[in-house]
């Protein structure tokens, strides 16, 4: 899928996707993860904090194809259905901003009466809706999937944070979801989230409605050899100097963890001009 991405400040940016100019390796997960796309295997991704969970994902949807479409939904901070049907409703309007009118998309969901805004700082729309109580919420949610099927598109519906479900106020969510997997069969879904142990309380407890849905990834370091190509590479290009001894210490400093690995090269290359120096702390 083709997108205009902006330019980080670095070559190394520590949040948000840049394109895959800017991602390093993950290939044998992104081959994980379109098996199971083009097999229709829902997914569960996980791994401990800043590893790159939510850049993998993001890659995997810059590799789709002209017909094929992702949805990427965030729970963070989510905390009932009201709320998971409303950045749903944000979500498709990102996946179709082609569309001439947006309001298009709910002639099937009249009871929605979304207010569609869009933020003053990212141009990203914003939605609020008019939900009573959470059965309207749930019959709303239904309403969204059944308008997703009946698109030519091959859809992707990626919920990210997942674990937040467990903390919902509606304890029966996880039913109405399993329930809407079954119901549309043609879209893809998958699952991510960094709190492993509420994610195996979801998946793994034989007495909840998702046990035994998802096929899991876990996500691992980067290869640490193929971490300092990387690195060095992005330096060369900027035509600045960094040793593979220097590559090696940041990365054994910060025991190959993406984000402080990310942060600590943004640093050096943020403040040296040409030849790289490093002091390891005490």
Same mark, same amino acid.
């Given at each position: 899928?083709?997108?205009?991405?902006?330019?980080?400040?670095?070559?190394?940016?520590?949040?948000?996707?840049?394109?895959?100019?800017?991602? +390093?390796?993950?290939?044998?997960? !992104?081959?994980?993860?379109?098996?199971?796309?083009?097999?229709?295997?829902?997914?569960? !991704?996980?791994?401990?904090?800043?590893?790159?969970?939510?850049?993998? =994902?993001?890659?995997?949807?810059?590799?789709?194809?002209?017909?094929?479409?992702?949805? *990427?939904?965030?729970?963070?901070?989510?905390?009932?259905?009201?709320?998971?049907?409303?950045?749903?409703?944000?979500?498709?309007?990102?996946?179709?901003?082609?569309?001439?009118?947006?309001?298009?998309? $709910?002639?099937?969901?009249?009871?929605?009466?979304?207010?569609?805004?869009?933020?003053?700082?990212?141009? =990203?729309?914003?939605?609020?809706?008019?939900?009573?109580?959470?059965?309207?919420?749930?019959?709303?949610?239904?309403?969204? =999937?059944?308008?997703?099927?009946?698109?030519?598109?091959?859809?992707? !519906?990626?919920?990210?944070?997942?674990?937040?479900?467990?903390? *919902?106020?509606?304890?029966?969510?996880?039913?109405?979801?399993?329930?809407?997997?079954?119901?549309?069969?043609?879209?893809?879904?998958?699952?991510?989230?960094?709190?492993?142990?509420?994610?195996?309380?979801?998946?793994?407890?034989?007495?909840?409605?998702?046990?035994?849905?998802?096929?899991?990834?876990?996500?691992?370091?980067?290869?640490?050899?193929?971490?300092?190509?990387?690195?060095?590479?992005?330096?060369?290009?900027?035509?600045?100097?960094?040793?593979?001894? !220097?590559?090696?210490?940041?990365?054994? $400093?910060?025991?190959?963890?993406?984000?402080?690995?990310?942060?600590? +090269?943004?640093?050096?290359?943020?403040?040296?001009?040409?030849? +790289?120096?490093?002091?390891?702390?005490?």
């Amino acid at each position: 899928m083709k997108i205009d991405y902006s330019t980080p400040n670095t070559p190394f940016p520590t949040f948000g996707y840049f394109g895959p100019k800017y991602f +390093c390796d993950r290939e044998d997960e !992104l081959h994980a993860l379109d098996l199971a796309f083009h097999g229709n295997i829902p997914i569960l !991704l996980t791994g401990i904090r800043r590893l790159g969970k939510t850049g993998l =994902l993001h890659h995997f949807l810059h590799h789709r194809k002209k017909k094929e479409v992702g949805i *990427f939904v965030d729970l963070l901070n989510v905390g009932d259905m009201r709320g998971l049907v409303a950045k749903l409703s944000e979500a498709i309007l990102r996946a179709f901003p082609e569309e001439k009118k947006y309001k298009a998309i $709910w002639e099937t969901t009249q009871k929605l009466r979304p207010t569609i805004s869009f933020d003053e700082f990212s141009g =990203l729309p914003q939605v609020s809706l008019s939900l009573s109580n959470e059965k309207e919420a749930e019959r709303s949610f239904t309403h969204l =999937l059944d308008s997703l099927s009946s698109r030519s598109e091959q859809l992707v !519906l990626i919920f990210d944070e997942f674990q937040q479900v467990i903390h *919902f106020e509606d304890s029966h969510v996880e039913s109405v979801l399993r329930s809407e997997m079954q119901q549309h069969p043609s879209i893809h879904y998958i699952f991510s989230g960094s709190k492993t142990h509420l994610l195996s309380r979801i998946f793994q407890d034989s007495t909840r409605p998702f046990y035994g849905m998802v096929q899991s990834i876990y996500l691992e370091k980067l290869n640490a050899s193929v971490y300092q190509k990387f690195i060095a590479t992005k330096f060369s290009e900027a035509g600045k100097s960094i040793s593979n001894e !220097l590559i090696k210490e940041i990365i054994s $400093w910060t025991d190959g963890h993406t984000y402080y690995t990310q942060y600590v +090269c943004d640093q050096l290359f943020s403040g040296f001009q040409k030849k +790289c120096k490093f002091k390891r702390p005490d």
